[in-house]
């Protein structure tokens, strides 16, 4: 199924059916600030599992990163930080950067990384925040299963067509992106530069 979102004000019934979909188990794809993703209700472990076999990665391997809607949300998920990090986070959040932080117990053991630790996102786009702040938990994020990503994957009627059978919703927001969020590590004494992607790393400090 593909169902199409108003990118300002999504419809509550289908933002609703969406979120029914999420709490049933389901995988769906949808857009970010960034690139389009695929994703779960990070509490449904066979909806986690799922994800991983359609990706063929080992779910203690893999790094997935979380939809927060905002701060607040982000921080039931991540242990406290300090004022330098807190004060980054607010300058660049919503947009599109994944800090990777400490993990809260909040946090299912599927999902931690080895050193848990917990990648997290909070993308400056209202249907994702819509989707999480209607479910109340974070959604699961990770890219589509395919090699790079070229301009077909910007089109969510194509996304469809590719992957419309092995997922349970595409939600098109509209025309997506081709770059990767920039990835910022806040787990030592200084942050880290992982990856740049579309967040500039100058412009957080």
């Not at 389009?36 to 991983?52: F, N, P, T």
């Amino acid at each position: 199924m593909i169902l199409t979102l108003h990118p300002d004000n999504p419809n509550p019934r289908q933002l609703k059916m969406i979120v029914e979909c999420l709490k049933d188990g389901g995988v769906i794809i949808y857009p970010t600030d960034t690139v389009y993703g695929m994703g779960c209700d990070i509490s449904q472990h066979k909806a986690v599992e799922r994800i991983c076999r359609i990706k063929d990665i080992n779910p203690a391997k893999a790094q997935f990163s979380f939809i927060c809607s905002d701060l607040s949300h982000l921080s039931d998920y991540a242990k406290s930080v300090d004022t330098p990090v807190f004060r980054m986070l607010k300058k660049a959040l919503p947009g599109p950067y994944t800090f990777i932080l400490p993990a809260s117990k909040m946090v299912p053991k599927i999902l931690k990384a080895k050193k848990d630790t917990v990648g997290i996102r909070v993308p400056d786009n209202n249907i994702c925040r819509a989707i999480v702040s209607e479910l109340g938990n974070p959604i699961m994020s990770t890219s589509l299963p395919i090699e790079k990503y070229v301009e077909e994957y910007t089109d969510p009627e194509i996304i469809h067509e590719k992957f419309g059978k092995i997922v349970d919703i595409v939600v098109d927001g509209g025309i997506g992106g081709m770059t990767f969020s920039t990835v910022v590590d806040c787990t030592d004494s200084e942050p880290v530069l992982i990856r740049e992607g579309a967040g500039s790393w100058e412009e957080l400090f």
